[in-house]
């Protein structure tokens, strides 16, 4: 089937714009995870949703970045004001369900450059 | 604190030698799970494995292995006759399974690169 998909894969934008980065997880699976990964480092815990609650929000790093999933399924970040600090892979990753159930599934990612 | 370290940055073989790459975790807890991911230069990270606390057996799968040591907090990872197609970063990273924390988030590791040379 499917794997996760993340749209689009490459996000130019300018200082100071708003962006939206979205996210398609695998069919059925009612957890959803957005990491982000800087250049040479692993990827950073953001927010983990559970079905359309965001049940830990605790690695935003600022009321910059917001996400929703309003109907249990795709989900969408949103980055206001970007900086150019925010220029990094965004990674979202799905799993079946839920807490302890221990594999995400990564999608391809979303290349975002702030110039 | 939950911790994963991967000391080797990068590590450069010729194709077919056997190749370990370490992971250390350190945890507050008794149960969690550890897991290894690849990332080729494509950028997607690829599920490889999963344990959880209470298995400490070593598993093999192809020429992939891996062993867990609780006593020393570490969970490393073999490639045998190691092939270009296995370059690649690799990442172990750990998750925490409490009832009282309200996630499951992975921590990461720094990764370490792997060339593997014809």
């Known amino acids: 089937g499917a794997g996760v998909s993340q749209t689009p894969s490459n996000k130019v934008t300018e200082k100071g714009k708003y962006v939206e980065l979205r996210c398609d997880p695998i069919s059925g699976h009612t957890a959803l995870y957005w990491y982000r990964q800087s250049l040479g480092q692993g990827p950073e815990f953001l927010i983990y949703f559970q079905g359309t609650g965001a049940a830990d929000d605790s690695g935003l790093p600022n009321d910059r970045f917001f996400a929703v999933r309003p109907e249990g399924s795709v989900s969408t970040l949103k980055i206001q004001r970007t900086e150019r600090g925010d220029s990094a892979v965004y990674l979202c990753a799905s799993s079946s369900s839920g807490r302890f159930s221990g594999t995400q599934y990564f999608g391809p990612g979303t290349r975002l450059t702030v110039l | 604190a939950q911790k994963v370290t991967q000391a080797q940055t990068e590590i450069s073989v010729v194709e077919k030698e056997d190749v370990t790459l370490d992971c250390v975790y350190e945890t507050r807890d008794t149960t969690y799970y550890l897991f290894w991911y690849k990332q080729p230069p494509s950028g997607e990270l690829v599920f490889l494995i999963r344990r959880n606390s209470f298995d400490e057996q070593n598993e093999i799968s192809g020429r992939y292995s891996w062993n867990f040591q609780k006593s020393t907090s570490s969970f490393n990872f073999t490639i045998t006759a190691s092939q270009v197609v296995d370059s690649a970063v690799y990442f172990c990273?750990?998750?925490?399974?409490?009832?009282?924390?309200?996630?499951?988030?992975?921590?990461f590791g720094t990764g370490t690169r792997l060339q593997v040379f014809p």
């Open positions: 990273a750990l998750s925490e399974a409490n009832l009282s924390y309200n996630t499951d988030k992975l921590i």
